[in-house]
């Protein structure tokens, strides 16, 4: 079983940049594929970006496109997810999960476990 800790979060002026972490444990993980998700306060949990357990795909939110890259390091172990021109908008707690890419959806693998998330805070 894998199990993945987010980190990486901040407080950040709109423009800036913040890099997250998704670092695993567990083996096998270069088997999965990984997906960012995230939830502002109020509001339901969204998909953000996924990656294929290879990285050669790549997937995103119309949100997020362009602005947002994710990446991995499967010799590290680790997910990442680079957020640059960053907006209000895009304050929220953000989590990675193994997931699932159906056509335009991306399902968490283990929908009612997820870890503590990283907290991100865009000021205007």
């Known amino acids: 079983q894998v199990q993945l800790v987010e980190s990486g979060g901040g407080l950040v002026q709109a423009g800036g940049s913040l890099r997250l972490s998704c670092a695993a444990s567990g083996r096998a993980f270069s088997s999965y594929a990984v997906g960012w998700f995230r939830q502002a306060p109020g509001k339901e949990r969204e998909f953000v970006a996924w990656i294929s357990w290879s990285a050669d795909i790549t997937y995103y939110a119309d949100s997020v496109k362009i602005r947002f890259t994710i990446s991995r390091d499967n010799a590290k172990n680790t997910v990442y997810l680079q957020m640059n021109s960053l907006k209000p908008e895009d304050t929220a707690v953000y989590y990675c999960?193994?997931?699932?890419?159906?056509?335009?959806?991306?399902?968490?693998?283990?929908?009612?476990?997820w870890g503590q998330g990283t907290q991100v805070s865009v000021s205007s």
């Open positions: 999960a193994v997931a699932s890419r159906v056509g335009k959806n991306v399902y968490p693998n283990s929908p009612g476990s």
